[in-house]
């Protein structure tokens, strides 16, 4: 994959409980105007914004699975839930996500992003 724009979204420790957690599932909910289609002012290619995908790390080279459950291509809001590897209670955790890949044109979405409970 090649995407041209990322950015980061920081998860805050305080609000991770009282314990650390293993793949735990994250929601992001941002609205951010580069997350807006290129028709409408932003960088994502993809009016589904199946484009958007997030990583583990700022190379983009660890994908983490994930579930995107909204995107609005006129206002850039974008809700997913990630699946986070080891969520910390004492250390604030990063999810970058990347998009702008003008390749992708299916859903990366996975059901594998909540465990079967």
Not at 40 to 51: E, I, L, P, Q, T
Not at 83 to 110: E, R
């Amino acid at each position: 994959m090649s995407f041209n724009y990322y950015k980061s979204a920081t998860i805050n420790h305080s609000q991770c409980g009282t314990a650390d957690s293993s793949n735990f599932p994250v929601a992001i909910n941002v609205t951010d105007p580069d997350l807006k289609t290129v028709a409408n002012g932003g960088f994502v290619r993809h009016a589904s914004g199946f484009d958007i995908r997030p990583y583990s790390d700022s190379a983009l080279t660890t994908p983490l699975t994930f579930e995107l459950v909204f995107y609005d291509p006129t206002t850039g809001q974008l809700e997913m839930h990630v699946k986070v590897s080891t969520l910390s209670v004492s250390t604030d955790g990063v999810v970058y996500l990347a998009f702008g890949d003008l390749s992708i044109s299916a859903d990366g979405s996975s059901n594998t992003t909540w465990d079967t409970n």
